[in-house]
């Protein structure tokens, strides 16, 4: 009975340790993600080229990472291989349409939008893995859900317009979906084929700029003649941090976290966006839209999964049903 206790609880740690060293790894991804939005908007390139670009100058860092990966610790799966191109369409998707977004009602108030995917992807493991999400998240969604809405500036007079408002409300919350499903698919794929994570993010990667480039007749275009020294910098600087740095870090850490976890850890990424966003570009979200963003920010601590004391930073004794 002794051995059985001292065999276990070292296990339990090494638990413990994975769990917390896989939620740090998707906070400093979603810290890399929160000047996207920012750079966006600094580099001032079209919205449809902006998505294609940022995702084509990543794949030039990527596809030598993801060969030198490929050697040291052999080839991803096939399966894995299918999930990143079909969650690289979903990435597309999203980028495409949020890139839009950010020149309808702001960068900080885009990427706080496009967080609907705290909802949508535990909702998508719990459809189709049957993973149940904690009890204390579902009571916090409809808290999240009319803090999104309240963000999004409907009614309050953001943006430049009432109908550039709606039309950037309905991107960004379609750009959230598509991240939530990528985010749903990256997982799997890591987890069909763990170890091999810069492979994954470079085929999800190339997908995704391929649909980003099929997609933008129906937005600005697609037009790289006349951008200027400092945007293609600006752009490099948005494809290194905001795309292959911080979807390794994400793509690693989600592999171990529950989907409610990850998709509230990542809810940082907003938050600090409006905070940039307000520091670099002066934008001032209106009063309803902070009501908004404390909505969403009360929802994550209700759902105890990205604060102080939230499930996957603490000890087990401590946690709460639904891992």
């Known amino acids: 009975m002794e051995k059985t206790r001292t065999i276990a609880q070292p296990r339990r740690q090494s638990t413990a340790r994975s769990r917390r060293a896989a939620s740090l790894s998707v906070l400093a991804g979603a810290l890399c993600l929160s000047g996207s939005a920012v750079l966006v908007k600094l580099a001032g390139v079209d919205p449809s080229t902006t998505a294609v670009l940022r995702c084509a100058i990543a794949c030039a860092f990527l ?15 096939r399966t894995a291989t ?11 998707v999203d980028y495409a349409a949020w890139t839009a977004s950010i020149y309808h009602v702001g960068a900080g108030i885009s990427t706080v939008l496009v967080n609907v995917q705290v909802i949508v992807l535990p909702a998508l493991a ?11 998240f579902l009571l916090a969604v409809p ?21 550039r408002v709606v039309s950037g409300t309905v991107l960004g919350v379609l750009a959230g979906v598509g991240y939530a499903v990528y985010l749903y698919l990256t997982r799997r794929g890591n987890r069909a084929s763990p170890g ?30 006349g951008i200027s020294a400092r945007s293609w910098l600006l752009l490099l600087l948005l494809a290194v941090l905001g795309q292959v740095i911080a979807w390794m870090f994400i793509n690693t850490g989600s592999a171990e976290l529950a989907p409610s976890t990850t998709a509230a850890l990542l809810l940082v990424h907003p938050i600090l ?25 009360t929802g994550v601590a209700v759902a105890g999964n990205a604060v102080p004391g939230a499930v996957a930073l603490l000890p087990r004794g401590k946690r709460g049903a639904g891992r």
């Open 63 to 77: 596809v030598p990472l993801a060969l030198w990966e490929r050697r040291r610790r052999g080839a991803a799966s």
């Open 82 to 92: 299918l999930w990143a191109v079909v969650a690289g369409i979903a990435l597309g």
């Open 126 to 136: 719990f459809a189709f893995d049957g993973e149940r999400p904690p009890r204390r």
């Open 143 to 163: 808290a999240m859900g009319a803090g999104i809405v309240m963000v999004g500036g409907i009614g309050a007079g953001a943006g430049t317009g009432g109908d």
């Open 196 to 225: 091999k994570t810069v492979q994954s993010l470079a085929w999800a990667t190339l997908s995704a700029a391929i649909t980003a480039a099929l997609l933008a007749p129906f937005g600005s275009g697609l037009d790289i003649t």
């Open 273 to 297: 966006a409006l905070a940039l966003a307000a520091a670099v570009l002066a934008e001032r979200p209106q009063p309803t839209q902070l009501v908004g963003a404390v909505l969403v920010v």
